[in-house]
């Protein structure tokens, strides 16, 4: 079976095109009897008749009454219930309808025969009143044939020999085909939410397909290859400028000018803040995927901005456990939280297992919220709803959204959304992916 399933496709349709025949002759074989058994007695009833026509044509032949005993006793040995018709029976004996041959037929009204597609039909214990003359005739003691219109069982014979087969085959070969392409997907959809996979795509099934994945996996890897370069690039660059960085700031804390060393002191630490942004997001595509608490992580992230004066509650399950980059959710909702306090009083952390298994956590603020032609753009690196602010003024730098989507769409595998509330305000709604081990009674913990 093992090397079935991993022949080419090829292979596996000329075998199963094979198996088939066998399958159909095989059921033909079983099932003749079954649905050719009253074709046969159709077969036995045209014999029968051949007979009663030979044994007719000699008792008419006869010339004497002995030759006529005589046809009459051999046609009983050779197996016919038969015997000289009486007046009576030649005159009131009722209409019997069968199906015979021309021979007979000719002797018989027309009217004593079924509709065009029957088969023999005659009551049981009926005799068939063969007339020779006016006074002579025979009796035939006719056997019981069942009455059968053809069409349904020849119907149904041809289903279990041809169509059953062939459905079955068809549903083989779909099965054959479509298992590894719909296992081809989910390792595709789950490429970004576990990375430790090294042949995400399995090679095995049919030679075509195994080809397929052995590409697919060449592929990834080259990929990744390229994303650790690049994320290996920018931390190198990243942590290199803040060497450069520091001689600036040496420098600058040595100006004699207080206004000038004051400007500048507030350029470096602006830079420095890029750099700690950056080194923040590639962290956390690097950071490995882990079991965490995830409502103790989001209490800490709470607690530790109520300690510096910011108005923000948290509501969720007591106990909740997740595979997830601990590092990196902390960080997106500290990014969402600074940018809330800055246009808000209140924010709100909500976490939430929807019905599927999912997680929700939602950050709700009471700010003016954001314009439906702007929830887009604010997602952009570097983009500043208002223009005239800049990160001097304490504005940011552009990259928390940014960052914070790019950590959960990319690094999580989930959604990010941004809704405005009624009648203002915004809430982030991001939802991650199953799987849940367990959750516990909710807790509440605010200003």
């Known amino acids: 079976m093992k090397a079935f399933l991993q022949a080419s496709v090829r292979t596996q349709v000329a075998v199963l095109t094979i198996a088939l025949a066998i399958v159909v002759t095989s059921i033909g074989a079983i099932t003749e009897p079954l649905f050719r058994g009253r074709f046969d007695k159709g ?55 069968a199906e ?27 005799k068939l009143i063969v007339a020779v003359s006016r006074d002579r005739g025979l009796a035939f003691q006719l056997p019981l044939f069942a009455a059968s219109r053809w069409v349904l069982p020849a119907v ?11 459905v079955v085959l ?45 590409s697919l996996n060449v592929m990834r890897s ?43 002191l507030k350029d470096i630490e602006i830079l420095g803040g890029m750099i700690d942004e950056s080194l923040a997001y590639l962290d956390g595509t690097l950071e490995a995927t882990k079991k965490v608490e995830l409502s103790s992580l989001l209490q800490t992230v709470t607690s530790d901005y109520l300690d510096v004066g910011v108005e923000v509650e948290f509501t ?8 997830c980059k601990p590092r990196a959710i902390s960080r997106v909702v500290s990014n969402l939280i ?19 298994g999912a997680i929700i956590i939602s950050v709700a603020d009471d700010g003016p ?38 950590i959960v769409t990319k690094g999580h595998g989930g959604t990010f959304e941004l809704r405005n509330s009624n009648p203002h305000g915004l809430t982030i709604i991001m939802r991650l992916p199953p799987p849940i081990v367990r959750e516990q009674g909710p807790q509440s913990s605010q200003t």
């Open 43 to 97: 077969i036995e009833i045209g014999r029968l008749a051949a007979r009663i026509d030979l044994v007719v044509d000699a008792f008419r032949d006869a010339k004497t009454s002995a030759q006529e005993d005589e046809v009459v006793a051999k046609a009983k040995a050779s197996g016919l219930d038969v015997e000289r018709a009486s007046v009576d029976q030649l005159r009131n004996d009722p209409l019997l309808k």
């Open 338 to 356: 600074d940018n809330a306090s800055r246009h808000a009083s209140h924010i709100a952390i909500q976490l939430e297992q929807a019905p599927d």
């Open 156 to 166: 149904i014979g041809t289903m279990v020999l041809i169509v059953v087969p062939a």
């Open 170 to 214: 068809a549903f083989i070969s779909a099965w054959l085909i479509g298992r590894p392409i719909v296992r081809f997907a989910a390792a595709a959809e789950r490429i970004a939410l576990d990375e430790a996979l090294d042949e995400p795509f399995r090679s095995d099934g049919t030679a075509e397909l195994r080809s397929l994945a052995g």
């Open 316 to 323: 969720g399950p007591r106990r909740l456990i997740y595979d």
């Open 222 to 264: 080259r990929v990744r290859e390229l994303m650790d370069g690049r994320t290996a690039m920018l931390t190198s660059i990243s942590h290199d400028l803040r060497t450069p960085l520091t001689r600036l700031r040496m420098r600058a804390e040595r100006c004699e000018d207080d206004d000038l060393r004051q400007k500048m």
């Open 100 to 126: 015979l041959p021309d021979a007979i037929r000719k002797r018989l009204d027309p009217n004593l025969f079924l509709e065009p597609g029957d088969f023999f039909r005659v009551r049981n214990g009926a």
């Open 369 to 406: 919220g954001i314009s439906e032609e702007l929830k887009s753009r604010v997602l952009e690196p570097f983009f500043k709803m208002d223009k005239a602010r800049s990160a001097t003024s304490g504005g940011g730098f552009g990259l928390g959204l940014s960052i914070a989507r790019g």
